[in-house]
Antibody, heavy 120, light 110 residues
Framework: QVQLVESGGGLVKPGGSLRLSCAAS????????MSWIRQAPGKGLEWVSY????????YNADSVKGRFTISRDNAKNSLFLQMNSLRGEDTAIYYC?????????????WGQGTKVTVSS | QSALTQPASVSGSPGQSITISCTGT?????????VSWYQQHPGKAPKLMIY???NRPSGLSSRFSGSKSGNTASLTISGLQAEDEADYYC??????????FGGGTKLTVL
């Protein structure tokens, strides 16, 4: 079945780095745009980064620009988020999400999320 | 980019209809027909309910409908059911080629 499985979350000190991964299965990965979307504890959803199906187009939220880098490996059906210079406000559940086949900027498939905690 | 504005909470009785609003600007909601709505139950990942203002994903109940007027989009749920109780979020594409979400609305089924 269509599935996204995130991994790589954990506890990290402020200023540290983490690399999140998202393994995709059950669909043709390189047909779809993808995003990382996060949710701080008790808060709403916040879009983080977008990557086109080929990887040639990338957009980032201002809050992570210069610190986070989205990438994908279509041969390995995987999406990544390299997070550097982490701050307390980056503490959240991070979801990878797949674009809708017909809709623009709509996310039809979500992973279960991976928790990132930034604390000393 | 400021978050889109949604009411913090709405409520309704089973069988009734409710509408959740999502207000942005001409740089997001008003400027593009790329508004989506998501439902999120506690501890679960969000679920896409509406895309491109008024389109329902395949298999989704017709009780859910979306619309837009000017800078405000709306999600209407008719024939309210207990399982509709959840948080609802709108999102919109923006003129900066980014995506912005609303703050979320907690729907209570009385």
């Amino acid at each position: 079945q269509v599935q996204l499985v995130e991994s790589g979350g954990g506890l990290v000190k402020p200023g540290g780095s983490l690399r999140l991964s998202c393994a995709a299965s059950g669909f043709i990965f390189n047909d779809y745009y993808m995003s990382w979307i996060r949710q701080a504890p008790g808060k709403g959803l916040e879009w983080v980064s977008y990557i086109s199906n080929s990887g040639s187009t990338i957009y980032n939220a201002d809050s992570v620009k210069g610190r986070f880098t989205i990438s994908r490996d279509n041969a390995k059906n995987s999406l990544f988020l390299q997070m550097n210079s982490l701050r307390g406000e980056d503490t959240a559940i991070y979801y990878c999400a797949r674009g809708h086949p017909l809709g623009r900027d709509a996310y039809a498939i979500w992973g279960q999320g991976t928790k990132v905690t930034v604390s000393s | 980019q400021s978050a889109l504005t949604q009411p913090a909470s709405v409520s309704g009785s089973p069988g009734q209809s409710i509408t959740i609003s999502c207000t942005g600007t001409s740089s997001d909601v008003g400027g593009y027909n790329y508004v989506s709505w998501y439902q999120q139950h506690p501890g679960k990942a969000p679920k896409l309910m509406i895309y491109e203002v008024s389109n329902r994903p395949s298999g989704l109940s017709s009780r859910f409908s979306g619309s837009k007027s000017g800078n405000t989009a709306s999600l209407t749920i008719s024939g309210l059911q207990a399982e509709d109780e959840a948080d609802y979020y709108c999102s919109s594409y923006t003129s900066s080629s980014t995506l912005v979400f609303g703050g979320g609305t907690k729907l209570t089924v009385l």
